[in-house]
């Protein structure tokens, strides 16, 4: 599989592209499948057919890596500019919210927003039939926002911090 950034009409798109057999490929925009036919016999370089759950389309692919997309009928739209780059899709961040696993009293909190830490780092404490339990990171990544403080009650599932994980 390969993956790019592509712009279309000033807006960039994640591509991944995998190969299904013969002339078929596999290719997905934003997260939507498609089955793309590739034909190499026009002029000009390769074309390909697109079809999924949006309308087809066809790419002439020029051999700079170029691709003018001209949606079928051709005589219906007008040209855009697909433009392929070199630079590696941006990670996605996600935010994991860290739950407390048991009821109790925050204890201390060991982390600051904005704190950069890797799983199993100590985020805070919780007090629990005299008792003092770790609560340590899921994931790598970076706190996003502390929602309990020391000295306050929580249940079992109240969140206690945001965590912004780092993308895999």
Do not use: C, H, W
Not at 96 to 123: A, F
Not at 134 to 157: C, F, L, Q, Y
């Amino acid at each position: 599989m390969m993956k790019f950034v592509i712009t279309v009409n000033g807006a960039r798109r994640e591509v991944e592209v995998s190969p299904e057999g013969g002339n078929l490929l596999s290719v997905k925009v934003n997260g939507k499948a498609y089955s793309v036919k590739v034909d190499s016999s026009t002029q000009g370089g390769a074309r390909s057919e697109m079809t999924g759950s949006a309308p087809a389309a066809a790419f002439p692919i020029g051999a700079n890596g170029a691709a003018g997309v001209d949606p079928l009928p051709p005589a219906a739209s007008a040209q855009a500019l697909v433009t392929l780059s070199e630079e590696p899709l941006v990670k996605q961040k996600s935010i994991r919210v860290v739950k407390s696993p048991l009821p109790g009293v925050v204890s201390s909190v060991e982390v600051r927003p904005g704190q950069r830490v890797e799983k199993g780092t100590l985020l805070m404490y919780i007090e629990s039939m005299k008792m003092l339990n770790d609560i340590v990171s899921p994931s790598n990544g970076r706190v996003a926002e502390i929602m309990k403080s020391s000295g306050e009650t929580v249940n079992i599932g109240d969140p206690l911090l945001k965590l912004e994980e780092d993308g895999e």
